[in-house]
């Protein structure tokens, strides 16, 4: 699967999975990218795409999503790699979102990545809204409130 660094998703299709993916350069520091993307509480403030999270993420704890996908549905997620500055990973037993971090110049590339499937794929993947928009959406409030946050620090 390849990303683009353009801050636009990408979505690959198969049979049996669906992966949608998002790259784009932050001109901030990854701790500040990762303050953003571990403060649940503080996730709609800053982001677009997010209803609430209750929760705490960190290491295999359990967090519960509202989005603005499916704003009925709660998604139970757990926090399955944390890595600080470098890399989160949280999903259930579908799949998994992947967030990962990299110096890049003065500033930090941002990947998001999303793998859902399994063998009851088919069965319901059409009902599975298309992530596009909400990854498109999602990266660039990201990347303005880093960018914010790192403008007032300089």
């Known amino acids: 699967m390849s990303t683009v660094s353009n801050g636009k998703a990408v979505t690959s299709k198969s049979t049996f999975s669906r992966e949608t993916s998002v790259s784009v350069n932050i ?85 998001m990545s999303e793998k859902i499937g399994g063998p009851l794929f088919p069965l319901f993947a059409g009902m599975i809204p298309s992530f596009d928009e909400s990854f498109d959406k999602f990266t660039a409030d990201l990347k303005k409130e880093a960018e914010t946050i790192q403008r007032s620090k300089n």
């Open 27 to 111: 001109e901030a520091d990854a701790a500040i990218i990762w303050a953003l993307l571990t403060n649940a509480a503080d996730f709609p403030r800053w982001n677009s795409t997010v209803i609430s999270i209750s929760g705490k993420i960190q290491n295999g704890e359990t967090i519960e999503l509202k989005s603005t996908l499916d704003e009925k549905r709660t998604f139970k997620l757990k926090i399955k790699e944390f890595v600080p500055n470098q890399r989160l990973v949280w999903g259930d037993p579908m799949g998994s979102r992947v967030y990962s971090l990299e110096k890049a110049g003065k500033g930090t590339q941002f990947k």
